[in-house]
């Protein structure tokens, strides 16, 4: 089982990092929540232990636009914060569960195996269908009628993320944003790239392109 833990404390890092070691579990951790959630984007992992309070972005952030973009990976939130007000707050972004601090290491396991166990299927939608595409967010598998796509991880993103958002046009800096973050320089070459290598994988050539350039302000996929 891969964990990823995403927690700025470099001391509890280190220790919960160890210790779920010594139960068998290969666990990758990163500092901020901008990089875990580039990780969890990209990353194969059972299950995400997501701090509410990170550098730059937080952990509600993280774990709302993580749900957004179709990732399905079970998330146990940490947090200092043990308010009816927060719980609600972290629960209704998409967290499965939550977990406040200081807790016992022996809580901590028991919560993630039981996220472990609940059947993925009833956790999150299984698929993002417009017309004949499709995204296996369990399976990171895109297809165009039927076709597997092979495509990179930055074009999965901006696939899933176009699909997911079918019928609204979505500006070029809010896609920026939603593949690169706080990192991109606000220039559009980069993303127009993408675009022209994610249309030369989805497109059959005959009925012209599915993603819709909306001049002057970004790109769509019309709903059929």
């Not at 309070?53 to 043990?82: F, H």
């Not at 593949?179 to 993408?194: C, F, K, P, R």
Request: aromatic letters at 4%; hydrophobic letters at 40%; glycine letters at 8%.
């Amino acid at each position: 089982m891969r964990l990823l833990l995403i927690e700025d404390d470099p001391g509890l890092s280190a220790s919960l990092s160890r210790a779920l070691r010594d139960q068998r579990f290969a666990v990758d951790s990163v500092p901020d929540g901008e990089t875990g959630l580039s990780q969890l984007s990209g990353g194969d992992y059972q299950l995400a232990i997501l701090d509410i309070v990170l550098p730059g972005r937080d952990g509600l952030s993280v774990c709302s636009e993580a749900r957004k973009l179709g990732i399905s990976t079970p998330i146990l939130m940490l947090t200092a914060r043990d308010s009816v007000a927060d719980r609600v707050s972290g629960l209704n972004t998409g967290a499965d569960d939550y977990l406040a601090k200081p807790f016992a290491f022996p809580e901590l396991l028991a919560r993630i195996h039981a996220l472990l166990r609940r059947p993925l299927e009833a956790l999150r939608p299984r698929t993002v269908e417009v017309g004949d595409l499709s995204v296996d967010v369990l399976r990171h598998r895109a297809t165009s009628a039927g076709r597997v796509l092979q495509l990179t991880k930055t074009e999965y993103r901006l696939l899933l993320y176009l699909l997911t958002n079918a019928g609204m046009v979505l500006t070029k800096d809010s896609i920026l944003e939603r593949l690169w973050g706080t990192e991109h320089d606000g220039s559009t070459n980069l993303l127009e790239v993408y675009i022209k290598l994610l249309r030369r994988k989805i497109d059959d050539g005959a009925s012209g392109s599915r993603i819709r350039t909306v001049r002057g302000v970004g790109y769509t996929i019309d709903k059929p």
